[in-house]
């Protein structure tokens, strides 16, 4: 059985015949600094969820639950639009 | 089938118009400007139903029909030297991309110091792009190879772009009778374009052209090879039923002259047809000699050019262009690569010929062919490269 990701078993000339498959990709460990949310401080505000470029906000019922750490770059953009009076979100380095 | 007097561009132009692709671009470039000319006259009278592309630059011009066969159109471009020279970072991806486009390149000497005629150094720098090269003596081997072209390009094993060579000014500005096939032949012969992941499909969409770095990109290569190994087989069976159609059988090499002369010149492109009046006076006067000419120059007919020229007892390649600093020229290291154990002494000899469109004349090809009966005679290559016809 050759390697299903061998040359014999893949589309030719480099095309990607499915879509939206993005989410196959896990982005999430190019990060250098992850976001950590302060549940009691989050006023669910979603400003988060607006402004981040790779749909990490994690929203149940309307309520921000947390990120999708495999999608998630660690671009810090959630926490510079998080509300400074609310500053539920903070950037920690990876290995902390 | 009617016999016409044509140029070698009117000729291609006119087979342009016959396939009638969905998608062309145009920009020109001496010598291939008066082959889009005729082109543009067929489009002009509405003989065609192709979208004519008008671009800025050689490189718009192959992106241009990079992205139409994407699309999933019949493609086609044509250039020449540095048009091609310009094009060449998009010449690769369409390789790369799979995309069957079909372009006939006016061979013409790459600059500088600057030079508008015929030599081969334009698409022998295209040799390891990925493309299929067809090389042509004549217009009518030229308008036969371009008509074939599309249907090797196309064919569901290959997906390769195919290039269509032949030489500027002495084929491509001269007249010589043609057989063309009617527009009718032509289109029953190429056949409606079968579709491979066309980007205009929209309810299926595909990415074409995304990130490959060292995850994917060495597979896809590999696939290339696999696709380059299975281009004989399409050639041969697409040869074979042009045959049926026109007569005329075209073979990834020509012999010319008695199979089993022992004495052999190499050659392709127009020179070929001078050689073989030099081939036909030398077996008059009794000296057994014949000419090996090169039709398929990409892939490399290895096996072909192994049965014709071993045991041989000596063996001239002409290069219409060097390789700067390398043992020969193009066609004369392939030759040499083929041979390695197959011959026992080293009988090649290789002549540098014809740059910047230098005349090669009949008593030139008869000079080597005498050279070569020294080599025959002593076992011995006084010089591996010659330069013919440069003033010393």
Same mark, same amino acid.
């Given at each position: 059985? +050759?390697?299903?990701?061998?040359?014999?078993?893949?589309?030719?000339?480099?095309?990607?015949?499915?879509?939206?498959? +993005?989410?196959?990709?896990?982005?999430?460990?190019?990060?250098?600094?992850?976001?950590?949310?302060?549940?009691?401080?989050?006023?669910?505000?979603?400003?988060?969820?607006?402004?981040?470029?790779? +749909? +990490?906000?994690?929203?149940?019922?309307?309520?921000?639950?947390?990120?999708?750490?495999?999608?998630?770059?660690?671009?810090?953009?959630?926490?510079?639009?998080?509300?400074?009076?609310?500053?539920?979100?903070?950037?920690?380095?990876?290995?902390? | 089938?009617?016999?016409?007097?044509?140029?070698?561009?009117?000729?291609?132009?006119?087979?342009?118009?016959?396939?009638?692709? @969905?998608?062309?671009?145009?920009?020109?470039?001496?010598?291939?400007?008066?082959?889009?000319?005729?082109?543009?006259?067929?489009?002009? &009278?509405?003989?065609?139903?192709?979208?004519?592309?008008?671009?800025?630059?050689?490189?718009?011009?192959?992106?241009?029909?990079?992205?139409?066969?994407?699309?999933?159109?019949?493609?086609?471009?044509?250039?020449?030297?540095?048009?091609? %020279?310009?094009?060449?970072?998009?010449?690769?991806? %369409?390789?790369?991309?799979?995309?069957?486009?079909?372009?006939?390149?006016?061979?013409?000497?790459?600059?500088?110091?600057?030079?508008?005629?015929? @030599?081969?150094?334009?698409?022998?720098?295209?040799? &390891?792009?990925?493309?299929?090269? /067809?090389?042509?003596?004549?217009?009518?081997?030229?308008?036969?190879?371009?008509?074939? %072209?599309?249907?090797?390009?196309?064919?569901?094993?290959?997906?390769?772009?195919?290039?269509?060579?032949?030489?500027?000014?002495?084929?491509?500005?001269?007249?010589?009778?043609?057989?063309?096939?009617?527009?009718?032949?032509?289109?029953?012969?190429?056949?409606?374009?079968?579709?491979?992941?066309?980007?205009? &499909?929209?309810?299926?969409?595909?990415?074409?052209?995304? /990130?490959? /770095?060292?995850?994917?990109?060495?597979?896809?290569?590999?696939?290339?090879?696999?696709?380059?190994?299975?281009?004989?087989?399409?050639?041969?069976?697409?040869?074979?039923?042009?045959?049926?159609?026109?007569?005329?059988?075209?073979?990834?090499?020509?012999?010319?002259?008695?199979?089993?002369?022992?004495?052999?010149?190499?050659?392709?492109?127009?020179?070929?047809?001078?050689?073989?009046?030099?081939?036909?006076?030398?077996?008059?006067?009794?000296?057994?000699?014949?000419?090996?000419?090169?039709?398929?120059?990409?892939?490399?007919?290895?096996?072909?050019?192994?049965?014709?020229?071993?045991?041989?007892?000596?063996?001239?390649?002409?290069?219409?262009?060097?390789?700067?600093? %390398?043992?020969?020229?193009?066609?004369?290291?392939?030759?040499?690569?083929?041979?390695?154990?197959?011959?026992?002494?080293?009988?090649?000899?290789?002549?540098?010929?014809?740059?910047?469109?230098? &005349?090669?004349?009949?008593?030139?090809?008869?000079?080597?062919?005498?050279?070569?009966?020294?080599?025959?005679?002593?076992?011995?290559?006084?010089?591996?490269?010659?330069?013919?016809?440069?003033?010393?």
């Amino acid at each position: 059985m +050759s390697d299903p990701t061998g040359w014999k078993n893949i589309p030719i000339g480099g095309l990607i015949v499915e879509s939206g498959n +993005s989410h196959d990709y896990k982005t999430g460990s190019w990060r250098t600094y992850r976001p950590v949310l302060d549940e009691e401080k989050c006023i669910n505000c979603h400003q988060c969820w607006i402004y981040c470029p790779d +749909s +990490s906000i994690m929203i149940v019922d309307e309520k921000m639950t947390g990120f999708d750490y495999d999608h998630c770059k660690g671009c810090g953009i959630c926490a510079e639009v998080c509300p400074p009076k609310v500053a539920a979100i903070k950037m920690v380095l990876e290995n902390e | 089938m009617e016999r016409v007097s044509l140029t070698g561009n009117d000729a291609v132009g006119t087979a342009m118009a016959q396939i009638n692709p @969905d998608v062309v671009a145009a920009f020109p470039i001496t010598p291939q400007t008066e082959l889009m000319h005729k082109f543009a006259e067929f489009y002009a &009278d509405g003989k065609v139903n192709t979208e004519l592309i008008l671009v800025e630059s050689e490189h718009s011009a192959m992106s241009a029909v990079v992205g139409s066969a994407a699309a999933g159109a019949r493609s086609m471009t044509a250039t020449s030297a540095n048009g091609f %020279a310009l094009m060449w970072e998009i010449v690769y991806i %369409a390789a790369s991309l799979r995309l069957p486009i079909v372009m006939p390149v006016v061979n013409r000497a790459l600059s500088g110091p600057i030079n508008i005629h015929c @030599d081969h150094s334009d698409t022998m720098g295209g040799r &390891d792009s990925g493309w299929v090269q /067809l090389f042509s003596e004549n217009t009518q081997e030229v308008y036969d190879n371009v008509i074939m %072209a599309v249907k090797i390009a196309e064919h569901k094993d290959i997906l390769l772009p195919v290039m269509a060579t032949f030489d500027g000014f002495i084929i491509s500005h001269t007249q010589e009778v043609v057989e063309l096939l009617s527009d009718e032949e032509v289109q029953k012969f190429i056949g409606k374009k079968e579709m491979y992941y066309p980007l205009l &499909d929209v309810k299926n969409p595909v990415t074409y052209g995304p /990130l490959d /770095l060292q995850d994917y990109y060495f597979e896809h290569k590999r696939q290339q090879v696999e696709a380059m190994l299975k281009v004989p087989a399409v050639v041969d069976e697409v040869a074979k039923d042009y045959a049926k159609l026109t007569g005329r059988k075209y073979d990834f090499i020509e012999i010319y002259g008695p199979e089993d002369a022992e004495i052999s010149l190499v050659a392709l492109g127009s020179t070929a047809g001078t050689a073989k009046d030099v081939v036909d006076k030398l077996n008059d006067e009794g000296k057994k000699v014949n000419l090996v000419k090169i039709r398929m120059f990409r892939p490399w007919p290895h096996e072909t050019i192994v049965n014709a020229l071993k045991g041989k007892k000596a063996i001239g390649i002409m290069d219409r262009s060097d390789s700067f600093g %390398a043992l020969g020229g193009p066609v004369f290291m392939e030759i040499r690569s083929s041979l390695m154990g197959e011959i026992k002494e080293d009988i090649t000899a290789n002549y540098i010929y014809g740059l910047g469109g230098r &005349d090669i004349s009949a008593p030139e090809i008869e000079s080597v062919y005498n050279d070569l009966f020294e080599i025959a005679e002593t076992g011995k290559v006084k010089n591996r490269k010659t330069y013919l016809g440069v003033r010393e």
